[in-house]
């Protein structure tokens, strides 16, 4: 027997509205630029056709990311 754990959740309705799907997105893409600047290691991204790196001191990271350090495990 099969047991699930989120019995309730229709994985074909959250895919069809996406808007869950965005927003774990855009969360991980907070922690990833938090991290990045908490650790002092550039951050990796494509822009205009180009792999570059920002340097830490240069990674953007808004105040309300600053809580997300709370919510993330250190190993």
Do not use: F, Y
């Not at 938090?34 to 550039?42: M, S």
């Not at 180009?50 to 709370?70: C, F």
């Amino acid at each position: 027997m099969i047991r699930r754990l989120h019995p309730t959740v229709d994985v074909d309705e959250i895919c069809l509205d996406g808007n869950e799907i965005d927003a774990a997105v855009e969360r991980a893409a907070r922690e990833a630029r938090l991290k990045h600047k908490q650790l002092g290691v550039p951050l990796v991204v494509w822009r205009d056709g180009k792999v570059i790196e920002i340097p830490p001191e240069e990674i953007v990271v808004d105040p309300s990311d600053e809580t997300l350090n709370s919510s993330s495990s250190e190993p």
